[in-house]
Antibody, heavy 119, light 107 residues
Framework: QLQLQESGPGLVKPSETLSLNCTVS??????????WGWIRQPPGKGPEWIGS???????YYNPSLQSRVTISVDTSKNQFSLKLSSVTATDTAVYYC???????????WGQGTLVTVSS | EVVLTQSPGTLSLSPGERATLSCRAS???????LAWYQQKLGQAPRLLIY???SRATGIPDRFSVSGSGTDFTLTISRLEPEDFAVYYC?????????FGPGTKVDI
């Protein structure tokens, strides 16, 4: 069974770039059966899909964040990553990595990591 | 973008009672591409049901869904103590995939 684990800094300064990694265990990130993605949840609010990618390289981003987001994969580490540039306080949230079975855009989530944007 | 609205915001019930949660979409969702998640305090959301009636692995049959088009309902037939949580709907018919604001089921 796939398990996903987020890692990265819990505090990022305004205007800087948020960078998170997600390590996949129990399966290969090169599997054509899954999309790999990121979702965030501000405190007390509903989740927001950030974007997803498949190993072959196709990426899909939320238009509201597209200009600031990059999702990429590192096959040597069985990881995928998120970079969100020019962050502000409104980017403070719990960030989750997630897998989606190919053919359905439902999500199975990692445990999440809180990222706070503050100077 | 498809906007999802959930009601009520909070549902106060007792174990053994029936819970009915509503999710309404700003436009019709094709092929019932709607999912429901359960989130307990401090935990990640967990997929419960997707599509017309497909339960995720390990989800008991007291959870069921109904509806089509723009109006969907999640029903918990008899609440167990572990069911008290926040429930989110999510549409995956059109990108960007969007979530509702949630319904809290508490005692």
């Amino acid at each position: 069974q796939l398990q996903l684990q987020e890692s990265g800094p819990g505090l990022v300064k305004p205007s800087e770039t948020l960078s998170l990694n997600c390590t996949v265990s129990g399966g290969s990130i090169t599997s054509p059966s899954f999309f790999w993605g990121w979702i965030r949840q501000p405190p007390g609010k509903g989740p927001e899909w950030i974007g997803s990618m498949i190993y072959s390289g196709n990426t899909y981003y939320n238009p509201s964040l597209q200009s600031r987001v990059t999702i990429s994969v590192d096959t040597s580490k069985n990881q995928f990553s998120l970079k969100l540039s020019s962050v502000t306080a409104t980017d403070t949230a719990v960030y989750y990595c997630a897998s989606s079975p190919r053919g359905t855009w439902t999500f199975n989530w990692g445990q999440g990591t809180l990222v706070t944007v503050s100077s | 973008e498809v906007v999802l609205t959930q009601s009520p915001g909070t549902l106060s019930l007792s174990p053994g009672e029936r819970a009915t949660l509503s999710c309404r979409a700003s436009q019709s969702i094709r092929s019932n591409y709607l999912a429901w998640y359960q989130q307990k305090l401090g935990q990640a959301p967990r997929l419960l049901i997707y599509g017309a009636s497909s339960r995720a692995t390990g989800i008991p049959d007291r959870f069921s869904v109904s509806g089509s088009g723009t109006d969907f309902t999640l029903t918990i037939s008899r609440l167990e103590p572990e069911d008290f949580a926040v429930y989110y709907c999510q549409q995956y018919a059109a990108s960007p995939f969007t979530f509702g604001p949630g319904t809290k089921v508490d005692i």
